[in-house]
């Protein structure tokens, strides 16, 4: 169950991971013909290639030495995986990730470069441990949750923050919805200091059980279809989740996997921006109208896709 999560918890989660990571900056996207005025967060330029790095630095820097001599673990498509190993290497924290066996080459490759121990298991068994929690075979370690946390979340806000700060006067924000660890740190944020302020999840066809949960109200599970989408898009939204971010978001934009490929490409041509399938799905909302007009800003949540996956879609291929 996620604990406190306020405006203090997300700036002081600020000053802890100050010089850890990146103020990633907010550019223009280069199309003039656009629905909206549509921004790039461009959290892609992190140094694990996603906002994961955020939250986990957080999280690791409220354990205890006890815990940090124990070890962590975590569960994730990859990204958390990422960023739960290299603050561990950083500071020399024994480290495990279980990861899905369908998780890509590219970030299997940076995790095993961040010195983590990988176990890989079936979609269906990673997702169970993150609601449980617990994994047998780790038993003592801690397990430092992927976005239900409040630390994790907090650390995530910190983006909400910078973006007002580098658009005091943004129409909406878009945001991609895996388990809502990033929609509530950020939307907790805004919504602290711009309450206007509309912010949107986005999910893929594939696998959008938020946006079925708005539409019965509650929380919803859906068939999950896997595609190269795998940074977001569940089968279920955790009901803790789902009474988080109920108040905080608008709703949840659904886009195709044409859409999210077609935007991709577009973020690789015009602003020689490279998004993984999560971070595309933001731009391929704003770009389709779904998010309304104003200014508005799409987090691009990271850039770790697979490179020959990247390579079909610059052919105009959808993978």
Not at 82 to 100: D, F, M, S, Y
Not at 210 to 219: E, G, H, R, T, Y
Not at 228 to 254: C, H, K, Q, T
Request: aromatic share 6%; glycine share 10%.
């Amino acid at each position: 169950m996620p604990n406190l999560l306020d405006l203090a918890s997300i700036e002081a989660a600020r000053k802890r991971i100050e010089g850890l990571v990146v103020r990633t900056p907010l550019v223009r996207l280069n199309v003039d013909d656009a629905p909206a005025e549509i921004y790039l967060k461009l959290e892609n330029l992190q140094r694990t290639g996603s906002f994961k790095v955020r939250g986990a630095g957080n999280a690791i820097a409220l354990l205890s030495p006890a815990q940090r001599s124990r070890g962590v673990f975590t569960c994730s498509a990859g990204n958390m995986a990422q960023a739960l190993a290299w603050h561990a290497k950083r500071l020399g924290i024994p480290c495990t990730v279980i990861v899905p066996d369908t998780a890509p080459a590219t970030k299997l490759a940076a995790i095993r470069r961040f010195g983590a121990t990988i176990v890989q298991l079936s979609w269906d068994e990673v997702w169970e441990i993150g609601i449980s929690r617990r994994y047998a075979p780790l038993q003592g370690w801690t397990f430092v949750h992927p976005f239900a946390d409040s630390s994790m979340m907090a650390g995530n806000g910190t983006i909400g923050l910078e973006i007002l700060e580098d658009m005091s006067d943004v129409d909406a924000v878009v945001i991609p919805f895996g388990g809502g660890g990033l929609s509530a740190g950020i939307a907790t944020a805004i919504k602290s200091k711009r309450p206007r302020t509309r912010i949107y999840a986005c999910e893929p066809e594939t696998a959008a059980p938020l946006a079925a949960s708005f539409a019965k109200a509650v929380p919803a599970e859906v068939k999950r279809t896997p595609s190269f989408v795998d940074g977001i898009g569940a089968s279920s939204v955790l009901p803790e989740m789902w009474n988080l971010v109920r108040p905080l978001l608008e709703g949840s934009l659904v886009v195709s996997l044409k859409e999210i490929a077609s935007a991709i490409r577009l973020l690789v041509e015009r602003n020689r921006v490279v998004a993984e399938g999560a971070g595309g799905s933001a731009v391929a909302a704003a770009l389709a109208g779904k998010a309304g007009k104003g200014r508005i800003v799409c987090v691009v949540s990271g850039g770790n896709i697979d490179t020959g996956v990247l390579g079909k879609i610059l052919r105009g291929e959808v993978p």
